[in-house]
């Protein structure tokens, strides 16, 4: 077997949660050292995206970090929280200019407290920036007034990353950023080389797309910069646990990142809002070093032949092959 | 103009929401009797349904049926909170039959208020019983569960009705009564004259039916004991405003209810996240009046000789002869 | 290894296609008796469907069976074509009683040459029955007038079964018989034991429902007479080959099947427009092969005790070291 | 009234269908001239959009120029067939070099009777190319065997304009260009100033895209050279008839088309497979004339200061008066 991916986790997929109507939530709440104490549990992990502002947490930030050394784990992103009370009507593109403003002072802060923890990027997730009705909003003002809010961020920091996490929509009904290729135009319209994708692949998976083939778009234009893993059933983000329902392509989606020697963390962004947090990422990994190693053995010229052909028969035989015997090589299956 | 309906509301068309992402609520909260002041604020509101237990009040009953009193409303329907925290993984349903048991008490207390208030009905709503994974449940035991514990709770208050709002799903990923059909086959099933559907269109919309016929056919079963209203996209339960989207299948659905003479509430189900609540509702309400009048106006007897033969075509043009004025004899428009 | 199931199709399969932009077809015409020796190719089928009217073919009812002995197959089914030009407005329901009277015309040849043919059932496919827009037709009506079409057909023939095969949509917009409940209902009404249900896989996943509990459902009403098989992308009934895209759900789907001793066929109804049919075929029977495998391998008292529980985990767990293991111990992968 | 846009229809609209189930048409066909005469019988229709090669036409050119003649007609775009049996897997994409080649050929002599016809554009509509199966195709090789061929297509031809008809699936499960935003980065890497979209309604509607966004988008990098309207479910492309559904969105759609000062012609893509071709299109007509008299009538000023603030209540009534009345100002309604 080849080397193993470096996998990682949002550190929400260790908290509890809450949705319009479990309002008490689906479990007691969970801190921000315990939901670190429980990506450290789960034994494979070797990095987290943390959210920020710490919702709820009033220790330091060197107890933060102590609770990542002691686990093993290293913060590779930040995760701005730019879809709470404040920003309900949108971030950057709220339509009153002192928000706006507050939205990009807590994007340069936490800006500053990646640099400051090391990591690799900062996310970008504007979920509230877009629309719910029909004439709510003008289209043209509300495009340009992200990417003016990208280009004054992402031009301030040449020093570190930011990712683009699109999404169809939820929260708002539509979002900005809702598919690869809209994301990209706006990328390459800031023309600025520290902006990229991450790509979930739950998103792409139920906005219509192929994520590969979404994936596949995103290295040709150099942007991939990370992605993100769960399933769903093509409706709704439903972040449920990797592989639990599109086997195949999800094993489509790594054979196109091996292919292109793309060489990121395979990071998972599940919501067990009914299982036990550390299960499912065992779960999801064990699923996922099936796929690695059916990445081992597929065989990639018969693959690619039969692809040149456009041959789907071929194909999917080869690929069945690959995974439907994967876990008979794995020892903790 | 024909008399205009009665008009409702569920309760929480005045609170404010959290959802997942902005756990910190889309506003502060609103409490209980601030919520029924907003209902009465509205104007044309004569019923309210309430959710029981009332989260977050610690008054008296009687302050909530002054509150009622003052604003000129009735409690037409009680919805027992069957799932927050405690019932995550189902009420009757739930796998353990501790929680079952319990799910089955708060259903019986909540009855017994909604008796003491003179409810039309009580509301059963199983949004977290099903399933979310594959695999996960035993599809013939959770059925019968849910069959087994309606038929408990349902034949021990033959005095009141009992009516079940089917929805394809959330929260969970799949819920036990998703459509009308299966619906009516469950309380064909139980037998009982006091069990009967609350058909809400929007559930109806993204769940694949045609709502018109969803009505229809719970009619001639004798299940259709209420409505609630809202609208959608299609693909989720967005419960927007009525008649944002959706014109010609509200009107539809409308048409049916007149045209089997049925007298019920014509209620709201919409959950205005960004929006002033009670605006909310006037808007909603502007429309619904807008559609009575189309009603009124409304070729019958052509509609009817274009339907025996389905012309399209002719049923097109007289509807939108009717729907396309009607807010030019609107005096609030 | 178990038995092997008893493999079939439907005789289409073996055909070429046309669609609304390809009119003039996926491929030369490929006629009655080829379609035949290609389903006797495959080296797998039993069985086959076969659709009446014989389109295109001139030849006689006993070349029409020389052809099914020289292959080692056996009708197993009858589909009568009610969706072809004379009933693009319904068969059972269209609004001119001189076409309902032909269909039901074709309906009882359709069952005497099914009975000569010696099948199990008659299939009942009425995809031109329904509608396209709102407002279109009477629900009630439509409705009733396919409850009596269907009892007046199948009282006259209590020597043979007949299957209705529900589908969201397409050709229609709309078509009466959308989910297993709603065909229920209508089953139940008439209240006839030769009338039951075919439940098409495919149909089932992108019609919202949960596959498995769709046949849980039918089993339980004891009407489940028979299954076809087939994959798509849940936004379409895109008649792709079996297993290519939902695995964990086709295996739980069987799994069902097996878990109620329903020892019927397992046969394929896929729409092979740019692939070799007879290599579709193959491919399909080889991951049903695996399928069929992976449920001899499968911990059915583990899998029981986690579903008693609603543990997802636990039963992903167990289903993936069955499915993702079960080419190794197939030859032919 | 502010004068009438220019009305137009594919020729198509007033042909008979074939589909995968009526194999035999949804009517006797139909031929090239006497289509050209149905769209004459609409009596507001002043262009329209013709397929070539004429299926089924032994005619001359001269004999479809004076029916075009006599019907008041002028050829405003040619769509030539690369969707038929030749190219089932790909016309600019297929896999074999010599049918590409003889799709480039075919569309240059597409582009040769255009302009001897004075067309405005050149219709390319690559339904066939795309993919149906995970892992049949490489996303990176087909992206770009598509924008080679555009290239090469659309630069020999400076003196006239190309247009790519977007659509999300249909025929193939996946079109390679399924959006807006993937067609503008394909036609911006392309960078010829004669490539443009034709944005199609209900295209977009069921692509998960705001129609109104969409056109804006386009507008704003110049590249929305036509467009086309119908309607539809939101799940797949039933070119129903404008109107008949989604009058906000469509309202929205032709609302934003005028703010831009975009004046092309109000193009209908409606396939009425059980409707008479020509009342299918009086009754759209009809509708645009409604959506056209209200746009004279919506309160622009207020309407942009909702939007200014993202105010959906205020905008929802600005827009519902102004569409609930435009029918009592018409005179045919």
Redesign the interface.
């Known amino acids: 077997m080849t080397d193993l991916p470096v996998f990682g986790a949002g550190i929400w997929h260790f908290a509890t949660?809450?949705?319009?109507?479990?309002?008490?939530?689906?479990?007691d709440p969970v801190g921000l050292l315990e939901q670190i104490d429980r990506a450290g549990a789960v034994g494979d992990l070797s990095v987290v995206d943390l959210n920020w502002p710490f919702?709820g947490y009033d220790g330091t930030l060197d107890d933060v970090k102590a609770a990542l050394d002691r686990n093993g784990l290293r913060a590779i992103a930040i995760t701005p929280e730019i879809?709470?009370?404040d920003f309900?009507?949108?971030s950057i593109t709220n339509?009153?200019p002192a928000i706006r403003k507050r939205a990009i002072e807590l994007l340069h802060e936490a800006t500053e407290l990646a640099k400051d923890l090391g990591c690799s990027y900062v996310k970008l997730w504007p979920?509230?920036d877009g629309?719910?009705?029909?004439?709510?909003?003008?289209?043209?003002?509300i495009?340009n007034l992200a990417l003016d809010g990208l280009r004054e961020l992402v031009s301030a920091h040449p020093d570190i990353n930011f990712v683009i996490e699109y999404k169809?929509?939820?929260?708002r009904?539509?979002i900005i950023f809702?598919?690869?290729?809209?994301t990209?135009?706006g990328i390459?319209k800031i023309g600025l080389p520290n902006l990229g994708i991450l790509l979930d692949f739950g998103h792409s998976l139920y906005?219509?797309?192929?994520p590969?083939?979404a994936a596949?778009?995103a290295i040709?234009y150099g942007r991939l910069f990370a992605i993100d893993v769960n399933d769903n059933?093509?409706?709704?983000d439903?972040d449920?646990?990797v592989?639990?329902?599109?086997?195949?392509?999800t094993f489509?989606f790594f054979?196109?990142l091996r292919k292109n020697n793309w060489e990121g963390v395979w990071q998972l962004d599940q919501?067990p809002?009914?299982?036990?947090s550390v299960?499912?990422a065992k779960?999801a990994i064990?699923?996922l070093k099936?796929v690695h190693l059916a990445l081992d053995t597929l065989d990639e010229e018969a693959?690619?032949a039969?692809?040149?052909?456009?041959?789907?028969?071929a194909?999917?035989?080869?690929?069945?092959?690959a995974?439907?015997?994967?876990?008979?090589g794995l020892e903790d299956?």
């Open positions: 949660y809450k949705d319009r109507y479990a309002t008490d939530g689906y479990g919702a879809y709470t009370r309900v009507k949108g339509p009153d979920g509230q629309w719910d009705y029909p004439f709510q909003v003008n289209y043209h003002d495009w169809p929509r939820e929260p009904v539509k809702p598919n690869v290729a809209r990209l135009l390459e906005g219509l797309e192929t590969a083939d596949q778009l040709d059933l093509r409706g709704w439903d449920m646990v592989g639990s329902v599109h086997l195949v392509e489509e054979h196109t919501f809002f009914r299982e036990d299960e499912a779960q064990r699923f099936a693959l690619a039969a692809q040149a052909s456009h041959d789907a028969l194909s999917q035989r080869l690929i069945q092959r995974l439907l015997t994967s876990m008979a299956a």
